[in-house]
Nanobody, 127 residues
């Protein structure tokens, strides 16, 4: 099990940028680098949506069509942290953003396949 804590959310104007971080607890350190990691988001009244995923070493990254070219996922295994750089933000990006971990080598776009989740961080984009 990996315990995750997100940070970095906030209020930003359209066109602006934010960087979200998600750090695993110290006791998760030994297994962090054999988990694929992903970011999901959920706006009120909508279903949870896959945003981005990254492989163990960070070599392979995956994005939803709605954020491709604007968001960048990365990870630093030495710091037990995964990042999501959000650029050229739009009001429709407003949501609670969650990081998730899965103890396999395959990134999934299905939230139900991730057993470990952070508590979420709110991103609000004003027009």
């Amino acid at each position: 099990q990996v315990q995750l804590v997100e940070s970095g959310g906030g209020l930003v104007q359209a066109g602006g940028s934010l960087r979200l971080s998600c750090t695993a607890s110290e006791r998760s350190r030994r297994t962090f680098n054999i988990h694929v990691l992903a970011w999901f988001r959920q706006a009120p009244g909508t279903e949870r949506e896959f945003v981005a995923g990254i492989s163990w070493t960070g070599t392979n990254t995956y994005y939803s069509d709605s954020v491709k070219g604007r968001f960048t996922i990365s990870r630093d295994n030495a710091r037990n942290t995964v990042y999501l750089q959000l650029s050229n933000l739009k009001p429709e990006d407003t949501a609670a953003y969650y990081c998730a971990a899965r103890p396999t080598a395959v990134v999934s776009r299905e939230g139900a396949e991730y057993p470990d989740w952070g508590q979420g961080t709110q991103v609000t984009v004003s027009s």
